[in-house]
Structure formats: structure tokens, C-alpha cells
């Protein structure tokens, strides 16, 4: 994997965006306000992508407060290239906290499981790595036949602000820019059939979607 400058530059960002935003937040209170988040999340697509006890999930690009904490009863696996600086620097993140989970700490592009999952979760992460086509072709990859990958996206609502920002640092956090119609090719490219794309946040420059994609049982 190639790490470009750009892309290190933007897991600096991340870092430092988690410890500013975190800094004045009871671990308790963010944890309930957090997991209820998920969960609200999880209704709102629950008529594309059902979530049964004893699935097993991933979490791809899961930050310190991924959607691991919403799937106590399900067998997880979570990864991010920052998690040993987050164990390390907040504390607002604790392995030990979450037994049903397996967390490892490496970049998207370079996780290497040992099996295959119901569901692969995406979650405001995709705009976040270094090669987003490759990150595509491996996340398709780790869903078994007929299983779902959830996708959440910022995409870009303008043609030209999306050009911009692709020439200069307009958004340091996100690598990458795109709009809607090209995520959801990044999605029909590898195969996978699109069955919900929904609309969670609106605002000038991005709108926050997540994708519903399923995978072909063959």
C-alpha cells in the first residue's frame, strides 16, 4: 500500500479532530449518546440490512467509537489504522470494554481476515484512505455471498467544489471527493446490487449518505 502524503497528513488530522472533540466529554455520557446513535442508525436501514444475533460483522475503518459498540450480540471484528494511538491517547476507547469484539490495527487496504462476513460496515471511513479503489475491491471481497456492505459517504453536492477540493486542501480529513452517482459505481463496478441509499445528513458542500449493498450469492 502506498501511503501518500496527503493521506498521512489526513490520519494526523483524524487524530487530532478525536482528541479536540472528545477533550470535555464524561466517557459515560459519550458512550450512551454514541451507541444510541448506532442504533437509531441500524433502524433506519433495518428494511435493506437486518442485524441477527451471532452474525458475524466487521467494522472496516472503525475510529474509537465505531459501530462495534452497537453489536454486543453479534461476533465482530474491527480495524483502523489509528487504533493503538486511540488505546493509547483517549480515553474514551477500551478494548476490554467490548469481549465480543477482535480489534486490529492496520490500514484498510492492508487487513488481511481470516474469514469472511454477513455484513461489512463502512462507517465514515471510505473518504478517509489512501487507495479508495482498492479499499472497494477489499471490502467487496470480505462479504460472503449474498451478505450486505454498508457504506456511509460524504458526497460532494457540487461539480465544482468537488473538482476544487480534489486540486487543493479544501478538506484535509477526506482524501478523497466524489459525488453520490460516483460512490454508487464504485459499488455497481464490483458486482454488488445497491438497495438503499439514504440521506442522514444535508449540508452545502456534502451530503452525509449510507449505502446498502448486497452481494451476489454466487
Not at 479532530?17 to 459519550?30: D, M, S, T
Not at 461489512?120 to 473518504?127: G, Y
Not at 463496478?189 to 449505502?211: A, N, P, T
Amino acid at each position: 500500500m502506498k501511503k501518500t502524503l496527503k493521506w498521512n497528513l489526513a490520519q494526523k488530522a483524524e487524530l487530532a479532530w478525536w482528541q479536540r472533540y472528545l477533550k470535555n466529554k464524561e466517557v459515560g455520557a459519550y458512550h450512551d449518546w454514541k451507541r444510541g446513535y448506532w442504533q437509531d442508525l441500524l433502524a433506519k436501514i433495518s428494511d435493506a440490512c437486518e442485524v441477527a444475533d451471532g452474525m458475524e460483522v466487521l467494522d472496516a475503518g472503525c475510529g474509537p467509537a465505531g459501530i462495534f459498540m452497537a453489536l454486543s450480540n453479534c461476533s465482530v471484528d474491527a480495524m483502523d489504522p489509528l487504533l493503538d494511538q486511540y488505546a493509547d491517547e483517549l480515553d474514551h476507547f477500551n478494548k476490554a470494554d467490548h469481549p465480543n469484539v477482535r480489534f486490529f490495527h492496520s490500514p484498510l487496504e492492508m487487513y488481511e481476515p481470516d474469514r469472511q462476513y454477513d455484513i461489512v460496515f463502512c462507517m465514515n471511513a471510505i473518504n478517509h484512505v489512501s487507495d479508495i479503489r482498492l479499499s472497494y475491491d477489499r471490502l467487496v471481497s470480505w462479504v460472503k455471498p449474498g451478505g450486505k456492505l454498508i457504506v456511509s459517504i460524504d458526497a460532494h453536492n457540487h461539480s465544482f467544489f468537488k473538482h476544487l477540493f480534489r486540486l487543493i486542501p479544501g478538506d484535509i480529513l477526506h482524501p478523497h471527493q466524489f459525488d453520490l452517482k460516483e460512490y454508487g459505481y464504485f459499488l455497481s463496478d464490483r458486482g454488488m446490487i445497491l438497495v438503499k441509499s439514504l440521506r442522514l445528513k444535508h449540508e452545502f458542500f456534502f451530503d452525509h449518505f449510507v449505502q446498502v449493498a448486497v452481494r451476489d450469492q454466487k
